[in-house]
C-alpha cells in the first residue's frame, strides 16, 4: 500500500527566508509523487509532480523537490518566501496498486509567512 | 483556471435530505474522480469514472453514488445527509488513469447540512 506522511502540521517562516515541507512516502512500487497546493478557500493545484524521470523536480512559483529513494523523501523547498506563498501543502502519492491511480494525499502542512 | 467546473459552489441543505453536485471535466479527459474534504477525515478519494465506466471505489457510503454521462461530465448524488457529511467535495479529471497523469482540480463544492 503507498501512503505518505507528512512531518509538520504547520510551518512559519518570514517573507525573504527558505521554505522547506517534509513529506516521506511508503511504497511498494516505484512512486508518482506529486505536491499541491490550497490558498484559502480555493481548489488545488498541482505545484509539480515527479514520475521517475529526474529526481530533482521543478515547479511553478519557484517551488522544486527532491526525490530521495534511500531516505524515502519527498521535501517541498523554496529559496525565498513570499507572502503569497501562505496556503496548505499537500504531499500526495498515486495509487498503483489496482487499475487506478486514486490520489492518496496527506495530512497537510499550513504555511504561514510572516511579514 | 484548472479547466474543471463544479456546481454549486456552496449547497446548504437539512439532516435527511438529498442533493446533486455536478462536474464538468476539462475538454479531452476521460477520467473523472471526487474526493472529499473534511476537518476530521482529510482528503479522501470517493469515487473514479472513466469513459463512462466506474474505474475504482474509495471511502464512500452507501448513501452516496455517482455517475458518468456519454457527453463526459460527472454528478455525484448524496442521500438521507448527515450532519457528517458536512465537507469540501472536489471534482478532479485527467486524460487517462495512469499513475503519472496529472489529476486537475475543480473549485469545489462547500455542503453545510444543518
Known amino acids: 500500500a503507498q501512503s505518505v506522511t507528512q512531518l509538520d502540521s504547520h510551518v512559519s517562516v518570514s517573507e525573504g527566508t527558505p521554505v522547506l515541507l517534509r513529506c516521506n512516502y511508503s511504497s511498494s512500487y516505484s512512486p508518482s509523487l506529486f505536491w499541491y497546493v490550497q490558498h484559502p478557500n480555493k481548489g488545488l493545484q498541482l505545484l509539480l509532480k515527479?514520475?521517475?524521470?529526474?529526481?530533482l523536480v521543478k515547479g511553478i512559483n519557484g517551488f522544486e523537490a527532491e526525490f530521495k529513494k534511500s531516505e524515502t523523501s519527498f521535501h517541498l523547498t523554496k529559496p525565498s518566501a513570499h507572502m503569497s506563498d501562505a496556503a496548505e501543502y499537500f504531499c500526495?502519492?498515486?495509487?498503483?496498486?489496482?487499475?487506478?491511480?486514486?490520489?492518496?494525499f496527506g495530512t497537510g502542512t499550513l504555511l504561514a509567512v510572516q511579514p | 483556471d484548472s479547466g474543471v467546473t463544479q456546481t454549486p459552489k456552496h449547497l446548504i441543505t437539512a439532516t435527511g435530505q438529498r442533493v446533486t453536485l455536478r462536474c464538468s471535466p476539462r475538454s479531452g479527459d476521460l477520467s473523472v474522480y471526487w474526493y472529499q474534504q473534511s476537518l476530521d477525515q482529510g482528503l479522501q478519494f470517493l469515487i473514479q469514472y472513466y469513459n463512462g465506466e466506474e474505474r475504482a471505489k474509495g471511502n464512500i457510503l452507501e448513501r452516496f453514488s455517482a455517475q458518468q454521462f456519454p457527453d463526459l461530465h460527472s454528478e455525484l448524488n448524496l442521500s438521507s445527509l448527515e450532519l457528517g457529511d458536512s465537507a469540501l467535495y472536489f471534482c478532479?479529471?485527467?486524460?487517462?488513469?495512469?499513475?503519472?497523469?496529472?489529476?486537475?482540480f475543480g473549485p469545489g463544492t462547500r455542503l453545510t447540512v444543518l
Open positions: 500526495v502519492v498515486s495509487d498503483r496498486s489496482g487499475a487506478t491511480n486514486k490520489l492518496i
Open positions: 478532479a479529471s485527467s486524460v487517462e488513469w495512469t499513475a503519472t497523469d496529472t489529476q486537475y
Open positions: 515527479y514520475t521517475s524521470a529526474a529526481t
